[in-house]
C-alpha cells in the first residue's frame, strides 16, 4: 500500500501579497531607529543674553527640540559610512547633508552655511539682512569622520559644523561642534547606537544678535549643558586615549593650526630658551579648536 501525499494547499494571490508585505515590513522595522533630541536652555553665558525675557531674546534662545523623538530609516545614515576600504585610524569627509536633516529634529533652521565663514552679500532692500555668499578659504565646514573599529560593528568617531538661523536669521545660534558616535553593523544594515550632540564643556555655543533686541550687532559666549540627538543604546566604552587620538585627528582635519605641536607656557620657555627660537604666545578667550569663540 503506497503512501499518500497531503494536498498542498493553495495560496492564491491575495495571501502571498500579505506575506510579503508582512516580510518587508519587518525587514523594514530592523533596519530603522529612534534618536531622542535634548536642547537645554543655556546655564550661563559672559553678557546673559540668555536671561533677556524683556525683549524676548531669552525665549529666542531657549526654544527646546523641535520634534522631540524622530524615526529614521538606514538611509539616514548611510551617506555618513567608511569607505569599503578604510582602516582604523582612516579620515574621510562624507556629504554634510544627512547630518544637517538629522539635526533640523532641533530646528528646522539647522544649516551647514556658517554665518561667520561666508562673505555677507549686501542686499538690495534696505529691510532685509544681507544674504551669505561663498565661503571664505580654508573655512572650516561640513564634517569629517574616522574610524575607531571595523570588523561585523562598525563604529565611527564625527565631528560637524553646523548652526541654527534663528528668527529667521536675526540671531546665529552657534555651537562650538558637534561630535558623534556612530556604531553600526553594515551587513544587517542597522545602527546599534548613534549620538550626536555638542561637547559638554564650558563655553561651547557662540551666539550673534543681527537684528532687534536692542543688540544688533552683538555676540556673546556661553555654555548649553546638552544638545543633540541620541538612541536609547550607548556606543560601547572606548579607551580614552583612543578617543583622544581620533578628536585629533578630526581636528586636524578642520584646522591646518591643530597641526603644530602647542606647548604649556613654562614648557615653551624652557624650550625657546634651549633652542634661541622666539616664542608665539596665544591668550585665549574661549576655545581655539571648535566655533565657539
Known amino acids: 500500500m503506497g503512501v499518500g501525499r497531503a494536498p498542498v494547499p493553495k495560496m492564491g494571490s491575495t495571501t502571498l501579497f500579505l506575506a510579503a508585505a508582512a516580510l518587508a515590513a519587518s525587514a523594514s522595522d530592523e533596519t530603522r531607529f529612534s534618536l531622542a533630541a535634548e536642547w537645554s536652555p543655556i546655564a550661563r553665558s559672559a553678557y546673559g543674553f540668555h536671561l533677556d525675557v524683556q525683549s524676548g531674546l531669552g525665549d529666542v534662545l531657549d526654544p527646546g527640540p523641535s520634534v522631540p523623538l524622530r524615526s529614521y530609516d538606514w538611509d539616514a545614515v548611510a ?19 544627512p547630518i544637517v536633516e538629522i539635526l533640523r529634529q532641533l530646528d528646522p533652521s539647522a544649516s551647514a552655511v556658517l554665518h561667520h565663514h561666508h562673505a555677507p552679500v549686501p542686499s538690495s532692500d534696505p529691510t532685509k539682512l544681507p544674504e551669505l555668499g561663498p565661503p571664505l578659504p580654508s573655512a572650516p565646514l ?27 536669521r536675526a540671531v546665529y545660534y552657534t555651537p562650538g561642534q558637534f561630535e558623534g558616535r556612530l556604531v553600526f553593523d553594515r551587513e544587517a544594515q542597522r545602527v546599534v547606537a548613534f549620538h550626536l550632540a555638542v561637547p559638554d564643556r564650558d563655553s561651547n555655543v557662540d551666539i550673534n544678535v543681527e537684528e532687534g533686541f536692542g543688540r544688533a550687532g552683538m555676540v556673546d559666549i556661553g555654555y548649553v549643558p546638552r544638545l543633540g540627538v541620541r538612541t536609547k543604546a550607548i556606543p560601547p566604552e572606548r ?35 634651549r633652542t634661541g627660537k622666539p616664542l608665539h604666545v596665544v591668550v585665549l578667550f574661549g576655545t581655539l579648536d571648535d566655533e565657539s569663540c
Open 79 to 97: 551617506p555618513l559610512l567608511p569607505p569599503d576600504r578604510a582602516v582604523v585610524g582612516d579620515v574621510w569627509e562624507p556629504d554634510v547633508a
Open 142 to 168: 561640513g564634517v569629517r569622520a574616522t574610524l575607531l573599529a571595523g570588523g561585523p560593528i562598525v563604529d565611527v568617531l564625527l565631528r560637524a559644523h553646523v548652526e541654527f538661523h534663528l528668527e529667521d
Open 239 to 273: 579607551d580614552p586615549a583612543t578617543l583622544d587620538e581620533a578628536r585629533l585627528r578630526l581636528r586636524r582635519a578642520f584646522y591646518a593650526f591643530a597641526r603644530i605641536d602647542w606647548l604649556p607656557l613654562d614648557d615653551a620657555v624652557l624650550e625657546s630658551e
